[in-house]
């Protein structure tokens, strides 16, 4: 059974401060890795995809991913008080399935 | 930017109602999905529907639930008759080509009362 874990947090960082926020999946096969980010009561809200191990990155964000380890981490730098949002893990796996699968999430709060 | 729009925004039905869901997807897209997450929940999957047929379903989707693409825009989630546990944010997504980014749609919040 694929399985995407996040800590839930709530994580706290200083406005500022990088943010860095962790994701583990099951499915050694998966090829497709995104973050979303998930405001109170919305819908969520595609940050970064990344495919392939390394850094990808885009603006303040920062995504990694470790195949051999099952990892795919962000890193949000200078973080601001409007980065405070749930983060989900999505990861699409092989294998014949085709399907995002999404991690609770983690809680982030940017406090002034 | 094209986008995934979803009506409606709101919806509370009594228990026992059909209730049906709409989503207009991104045009070029072929991978449709719906999701939904109850208060507090994560994100779960339901259904994903590719060439006019479901592809693939999850243990929540089942006889009471179902989907269609009538026109070739519209993908519509059908809840047949529907409990209080129904209650929650049912998301439209889609996807242009295979293991690519997911779009969401703003959702519909679905009361069961």
């Known amino acids: 059974q694929k399985e995407v874990e996040q800590n839930s947090g709530p994580l706290s960082v200083p406005e500022g401060a990088i943010a860095s926020l962790n994701c583990t999946y099951s499915?050694?096969?998966?090829?497709?890795f995104f973050w979303y980010r998930q405001y109170s009561g919305k819908s969520p809200e595609l940050i970064m995809s990344?495919?392939?191990?390394g850094d990808k990155e885009d603006g303040r964000f920062t995504a990694q991913l470790n195949k051999a380890s099952q990892y795919v981490s962000l890193l949000i730098r200078d973080s601001q008080p409007s980065d405070s949002a749930t983060y989900l893990c999505?990861?699409?796996?092989?294998?014949?399935?085709?399907?995002?699968?999404f991690g609770r999430g983690t809680s982030l709060i940017v406090h002034p | 930017e094209p986008e995934v729009t979803q009506t409606p925004s709101h919806q509370v039905t009594q228990m026992g109602q059909e209730v049906i869901l709409r989503c207009v997807p991104i045009?070029?897209?072929?991978?449709f999905y719906w999701y939904r997450q109850i208060l507090g929940q994560k994100v779960e999957f339901l259904v994903s529907?590719?060439?006019?047929?479901?592809?693939?379903k999850s243990e929540i989707f089942d006889d009471q639930f179902s989907v269609e693409r009538p026109d070739g825009s519209n993908f519509t989630l059908k809840i047949r008759s529907t409990k209080l546990e129904d209650s929650a944010m049912y998301f439209c997504?889609?996807?242009?080509?295979?293991?690519?980014?997911?779009?969401f749609g703003q959702g519909t919040r679905l009361t069961v009362v």
């Open positions: 499915d050694r096969v998966s090829q497709s």
């Open positions: 045009s070029n897209h072929l991978y």
């Open positions: 997504a889609s996807i242009e080509l295979m293991n690519t980014e997911a779009f």
């Open positions: 529907f590719y060439n006019n047929e479901i592809s693939e």
């Open positions: 999505a990861v699409i796996g092989t294998g014949g399935s085709y399907i995002p699968t």
């Open positions: 990344i495919y392939s191990n």
